[in-house]
């Protein structure tokens, strides 16, 4: 097992970044059990819930990268622990939309549900002060948060995403409505896919019933939220992966 050296490097709303010893271009990510929504205005702790996401987000970067996406994971160590590539990120909250929910419906006239083909795809500013305002290109150009060689880059690599995952998930029961994702760069300069991919950061409904096994659970203060990200570790997972994390036991 890697030993974590306890030198923290960085601290989010649900993950916190440690240094690795001896090891400058890598970093242990611990998912925490805390949850947050409505811009901070919601906050939970919630047992097991770091573990699930990692185990989610895991596979899901296990999957890109076996179609040629190259992202950040490195491997688990602990169930709730990612040894990952070091990034330098890039603030930007790429967001990709099959379906129209959420916010898309609160601020647009789209139907519920609508269907988007092509896809709708949006950058958000990872900022706090700001609220995470809306961009478009120019504004991404003039703030020199990217280059337009990059973001053309950073919508090639979110289509082949949406492709992959919406493939793989729909085959799982599961359809990939939105999601969210966020990119870096590697200590060689390489755009890399980092962060997580988990019910956090994306919305799946059961291909059935259209229920949600995502963060809207908690969005909308329900119950279950846990329990639902639970049903997802266990449909994309194997049961060889299940057994090795001991899933049932976390
Ligand atoms: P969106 O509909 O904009 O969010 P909300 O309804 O919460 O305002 O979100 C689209 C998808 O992107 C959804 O799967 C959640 C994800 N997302 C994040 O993970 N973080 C964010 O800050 C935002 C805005 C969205």
């Not at 409505?38 to 970067?61: M, Q």
């Not at 999957?63 to 603030?91: C, F, N, R, W």
């Not at 950058?123 to 961009?135: A, E, I, S, T």
């Not at 995403?161 to 409505?177: A, P, Q, T």
Request: proline share 3%.
């Amino acid at each position: 097992m890697t030993e974590i050296k306890k030198e923290l490097l960085y601290t989010g709303k649900a993950k916190d970044v440690y240094k690795v010893d001896g090891e400058d271009d890598k970093v242990i990510i611990k998912f925490r059990d805390d949850i947050t929504a409505l811009d901070g205005g919601r906050k939970d702790t919630l047992s097991k819930k770091g573990a699930y996401n990692a185990l989610i987000s895991a596979k899901l970067f296990e999957v890109l990268e076996e179609h040629g996406v190259a992202t950040q994971y490195i491997k688990l160590v602990e169930p709730d622990q990612m040894l990952s590539k070091s990034l330098d990120m890039i603030p930007l909250e790429v967001i990709c939309r099959n379906i129209a929910t959420g916010s898309l419906l609160r601020k647009y006239p789209f139907h519920k549900n609508q269907k988007l083909e092509p896809p709708v795809m949006q950058f958000d500013y990872k900022n706090d002060v700001y609220h995470d305002p809306m961009l478009n290109d120019s504004i991404i150009t003039a703030l020199e948060i990217a280059t337009q060689e990059q973001l053309d880059k950073i919508r090639e690599i979110t289509h082949v995403i949406n492709k992959v995952l919406s493939k793989f998930l729909i085959d799982k029961g599961l359809i990939l409505v939105d999601f969210k994702i966020e990119f870096g760069f590697d200590k060689d300069g390489k755009l890399v896919l980092g962060d997580e991919i988990s019910p956090d950061t994306t919305r799946l409904w059961d291909a059935e019933t259209l229920d949600n096994f995502d963060k809207d659970i908690f969005r909308k203060g329900e119950e279950g939220v846990v329990d639902a990200y639970h049903k997802v570790v266990n449909l994309v997972l194997t049961d060889e992966e299940k057994d090795k994390w001991n899933v049932e036991k976390i």
